[in-house]
């Protein structure tokens, strides 16, 4: 596509269900960015796809939190029992690969958990 | 690790001042910086980039920024704003070696522009 493209674009949710988030990258993009963005803060990195490469987790806040990426292309980014402290915008960005590349964003999901 | 510091939350200038936007970084060699910026509702878009070469880069809607490594400094200036720069500006580094290249965010700083 011509852009980073995330789904839904809002998310209300209760406390305590899962909730799955959607990226589509740009074609041929081999990098995949997960990152969190709550009210009055930064972007908080979650989780670094690259390749075929094991992805980076380091920055997941709790084990309520996975992400996937299918064929090297669409990723999901799943939060399970949903807390209210998960109220936040979940952006996606991808990138190729190399040197001061860069990064894509999409437009973010808005979740909140009630 | 590397680390960005925004030390300005909230920013006021009014329509046609010069501004800047300061941001100092951590890393140990030398970086990646960026400046993006998010308007409401919008996801982030690159206003500009260093890597190497040149210290002073120039970027999208009349955006500069300088890159002083003795101050680890990479401060985005404007000469004259337009009511249309409101928005929230984002300073971020990613490491020059290794595989991770993930992006560090500050904290942001907010633009108002006064009429």
């Known amino acids: 596509g011509a852009g980073v493209s995330q789904s839904p674009s809002n998310k209300v949710t209760e406390k305590g269900k899962d909730v799955e988030l959607r990226c589509d990258p740009i074609?041929?993009?081999?990098?995949l960015y997960w990152y969190r963005q709550s009210l009055g803060q930064g972007l908080e990195f979650l989780i670094y796809?690259?390749?075929?490469?094991?992805?980076?987790k380091s920055g997941l806040p709790s084990d309520r939190f996975s992400a996937e990426r299918t064929g090297g292309s669409v990723s999901t980014l799943t939060i399970q029992r949903t807390q209210q402290e998960d109220s936040a915008v979940y952006l996606c960005?991808?990138?190729?690969?190399?040197?001061?590349?860069?990064?894509?964003f999409g437009q973010g999901t808005r979740l909140t958990v009630v | 690790a590397q680390s960005v510091t925004q030390p300005d939350i909230h920013i006021t200038v009014s329509e046609g001042a010069s501004l800047e936007l300061r941001c100092n970084y951590s890393?140990?060699?030398?970086?990646?910086l960026f400046w993006y910026v998010q308007s409401p509702g919008q996801g982030l878009q690159l206003l500009l980039k260093?890597?190497?070469?040149?210290?002073l880069v120039q970027g999208i809607k009349g955006f500069e920024a300088e890159f002083k490594r003795s101050q680890s400094s990479f401060n985005l200036r404007k000469p004259s704003v337009h009511w249309s720069d409101a928005a929230e500006y984002f300073c971020?580094?990613?490491?020059?070696?290794?595989?991770?290249?993930?992006?560090?965010f500050g904290s942001g700083t907010q633009l108002t522009v006064l009429p």
């Open positions: 960005a991808s990138s190729t690969t190399g040197v001061g590349t860069e990064a894509f």
């Open positions: 074609s041929g993009h081999t990098a």
């Open positions: 796809f690259q390749g075929n490469s094991a992805p980076d």
């Open positions: 890393y140990g060699a030398t970086p990646y």
């Open positions: 260093y890597f190497s070469g040149d210290t």
């Open positions: 971020a580094v990613a490491s020059s070696s290794g595989s991770a290249r993930q992006l560090t």
